[in-house]
């Protein structure tokens, strides 16, 4: 499988996972692994497996820690629930049916259920005690993003351009919101968001959406990015990564187009930065961390939208989000490092190789230490030393 990661890329297939592609594969080359003093080396508390993992497959198929549990799938079907202290598996489903299961959608724990969806169109609520399929719902397009849990409702975001709303304890559904696809965009959808009864999301055609939880009443759109240039990918506006929302403000950035900073009163916009990115941002509530198509890893002031550092060593090493792990900056990559930053400066901390065949998605932090899930399905709990 790491050939599939190896050190020259086509943009067209792999760097920007389109769904369709050009018949000029541009390539571009990944930059060498950093030469970085480590300050310290996580030490593995517990390894687990899950299935086969995710494989080559494009994934944002993230754990998720809930319940005193951390749930974890495996695109085949597989989904489980371990103990955070051992790696004991609690409980364990197979929700491969007619077919191959495909799931991609990532995981969400909420009103005692867990919530997935798959490539299939299937969104399916499993009880978090046991894992039984308290129920099953198919929707219109692939679920390739996390589910959204509020106010009794699970929002989903689907290939086709629709946001769909179903009932948390059956299945049925209650609203959709449907927009236009464009005919080329970048395989993955933006997550939904919501805070004070309102629900927001990414679209493909470069929009940032508002809506009513409750009435799935659409309240405004906004821009993020437009088309432009001489070429189909030139022209990809996409804003898939989900939007985070800081107090007051929500922040957005799209693909070929800018970070923006929304004022959730009103809709509008308060700044806009040049970034291109359809990675999900972080943020530790004075900086947002965005790491761009190219893979350079940006901190930008949340009051202003100025730039305060960019690294770009890891250039095309296929990251993850971003992600905050005590007071360090972390990301992973597709040969299986993890890159540890300060937060302040952006210089590297520390790195290891946790998997030679890639990461996918972010580890996530758990109460004493942080979960990383790799490619392959392999699991690992790890804790930072203590005075690191």
Request: net charge negative; hydrophobic share 40%.
């Amino acid at each position: 499988m790491k050939k599939m990661f190896n050190r020259t890329l086509a943009i067209s297939a792999i760097a920007l996972g389109l769904l369709g592609c050009s018949s000029e594969e541009d390539t571009i080359v990944m930059a060498p692994l950093p030469v970085v003093d480590s300050q310290f080396t996580p030490k593995v508390e517990w390894t687990a497996s899950v299935g086969d993992g995710v494989g080559h497959y494009f994934s944002k198929l993230s754990p998720v820690y809930a319940y005193d549990k951390v749930f974890v799938a495996s695109r085949d079907g597989e989904v489980k629930a371990l103990d955070p202290d051992t790696g004991d598996t609690l409980w364990e489903v197979d929700l491969e049916q007619d077919g191959p299961a495909r799931l991609s959608g990532g995981l969400t724990a909420s009103y005692d259920k867990l919530f997935i969806g798959d490539e299939n169109g299937q969104a399916f609520a499993l009880s978090v005690d046991d894992g039984s399929i308290i129920w099953q719902k198919k929707v219109d397009g692939e679920i390739l993003s996390k589910p959204l849990a509020d106010e009794s409702l699970i929002m989903l975001h689907t290939s086709k351009g629709t946001l769909v709303a179903l009932q948390q304890d059956s299945g049925e559904q209650v609203w959709d919101i449907s927009n236009e696809v464009p005919n080329l965009t970048l395989r993955g959808d933006s997550s939904p968001v919501s805070i004070s009864g309102g629900v927001f999301w990414g679209m493909a055609n470069g929009r940032l959406a508002a809506a009513l939880i409750q009435r799935g009443q659409l309240l405004w759109q906004q821009p993020i990015g437009s088309p432009k240039g001489s070429t189909e990918i030139d022209r990809l506006v996409d804003v898939d990564a989900t939007p985070l929302i800081i107090g007051p403000n929500l922040y957005a950035v799209g693909i070929n187009g800018q970070l923006v900073a929304i004022d959730l009163r009103s809709g509008s916009p308060m700044w806009k930065r040049t970034y291109s990115s359809a990675t999900d941002l972080a943020s530790d509530g004075s900086h947002i961390f965005v790491v761009t198509d190219k893979d350079h890893i940006a901190a930008v002031d949340v009051r202003s939208g100025t730039q305060l550092w960019s690294n770009d060593s890891l250039e095309y090493r296929q990251l993850t989000s971003p992600v905050i792990i005590e007071q360090y900056l972390v990301v992973a990559d597709g040969e299986g490092y993890l890159h540890w930053i300060d937060r302040s400066s952006g210089k590297f901390v520390a790195q290891q190789l946790i998997d030679d065949e890639g990461i996918a998605v972010a580890p996530i932090e758990v109460e004493d230490g942080f979960v990383v899930v790799t490619r392959d399905g392999e699991i690992k709990k790890m804790q930072i030393p203590e005075g690191s």
